[in-house]
Nanobody
Framework: EVQLVESGGGLVQAGGSLRLSCAAS????????IGWFRQAPGKEREGVSC????????YYADSVKGRFTISSDNAKNTVYLQMNSLKPEDTAVYYC????????????WGQGTQVTVSS
């Protein structure tokens, strides 16, 4: 059974930090890129960051560049999203997904974790 399990969300004040984790199982981790997406109330889901399994390339949305860092521990089949200098506009449900590539569509999704940044 394919599973992507996010953790690490919570409530933090503006300027604070959180680290999200995405633990993957049930598929060949090295064959997929892992992306982080988010969806705020009343807004469409947007891509936040992605890490390629083939060469470790990373991608970031302009809104999070310089503040968020994605990394992967392939031995643990886990991808992390370190989020620093959080802003209220970062408030959303964050999802991780497994994609054939960072430019592709997601094959598998996690259940999401809530991130709330208070001002």
């Amino acid at each position: 059974e394919v599973q992507l399990v996010e953790s690490g969300g919570g409530l933090v004040q503006a300027g604070g930090s959180l680290r999200l984790s995405c633990a993957a199982s049930g598929f060949t981790f090295d064959d997929y890129a892992i992306g982080w997406f988010r969806q705020a109330p009343g807004k469409e889901r947007e891509g936040v960051s992605c890490i390629s399994s083939s060469d470790g390339s990373t991608y970031y949305a302009d809104s999070v560049k310089g503040r968020f860092t994605i990394s992967s521990d392939n031995a643990k089949n886990t991808v992390y999203l370190q989020m620093n200098s959080l802003k209220p506009e970062d408030t959303a449900v964050y999802y991780c997904a497994a994609l054939p590539s960072c430019s592709g569509r997601a094959d598998y999704w996690g259940q999401g974790t809530q991130v709330t940044v208070s001002s």
